[in-house]
């Protein structure tokens, strides 16, 4: 697939970003792609990991945690501390 015509990494849901990460991990292990596609790639591949890990962070994000009482009944949930 031409780097063209590759969908804009800000568009790919988690699934789709991490799928087309590991397939770029396995074509730069198997060492046949030339040098200039393999720079090309292994950029994409940066842009890719990147966008996982703020999908992570946005998912993070909404998680609660739940708060018990003393004797570890469960309250309510307050927002995960995100740092």
Request: proline share 5%; charged share 35%; aromatic share 2%.
């Amino acid at each position: 697939m031409a780097e063209n015509t590759l969908p804009d990494v800000k568009t790919l849901s988690f699934e789709r970003a991490i799928e087309e990460l590991e397939s770029i991990v396995k074509r730069l292990e198997e060492g046949k792609v030339p040098l200039e596609e393999s720079v090309a790639i292994y950029e994409r591949g940066e842009a890719l990991k990147r966008r996982c890990e703020d999908l992570l962070r946005q998912a993070e994000a909404r998680v609660e945690k739940i708060t018990t009482d003393a004797s570890g009944q469960p309250v309510g949930v307050e927002p995960l501390d995100v740092q």
